[in-house]
């Protein structure tokens, strides 16, 4: 098993950014991806950001690209995600994810483990 705590999340006023955290722990040498997904009530879980958890490649939902930036501290065992220039639209929960498999999937059902999530609000 693994389990995951999100942090970081708060109240941000539009333009200003935000960097939240995923702290992993259990079975973590079985982590091969991490993602960030977000959702606002009544709305379905969208994907934001992928990362390979021990190697380069990282990938971003459309509506995130050049504003969010996903990292990783492998020593540390947790996940980042830097967020600028922040929009009122990026309101959400905000729930990292990990999967045992390889590949930046971005659908939730190809994830294994979910944090509870940390709450974001940006006012306009």
């Known amino acids: 098993q693994v389990q995951l705590v999100e942090s970081g999340g708060g109240l941000v006023q539009a333009g200003g950014s935000l960097r939240l955290s995923c702290a992993a722990s259990g079975r973590t040498f079985s982590i091969a991806t991490m993602a960030w997904f977000r959702q606002v009530p009544g709305q379905e879980r969208e994907f934001v950001a992928a990362?390979?958890?021990?190697?380069?490649?990282?990938y971003y939902a459309d509506s995130v690209k050049g504003r969010f930036t996903i990292s990783r501290d492998n020593a540390k065992s947790t996940v980042y995600l830097q967020m600028n220039s922040l929009k009122p639209e990026d309101t959400a929960v905000y729930c990292c994810?990990?999967?045992?498999?390889?590949?930046?999937?971005?659908?939730?059902?190809?994830?294994?483990?979910w944090g509870q999530g940390t709450q974001v609000t940006v006012s306009s």
């Open positions: 994810a990990a999967r045992t498999s390889y590949g930046l999937a971005v659908t939730t059902s190809d994830y294994d483990y």
């Open positions: 990362s390979s958890w021990r190697y380069g490649p990282t």
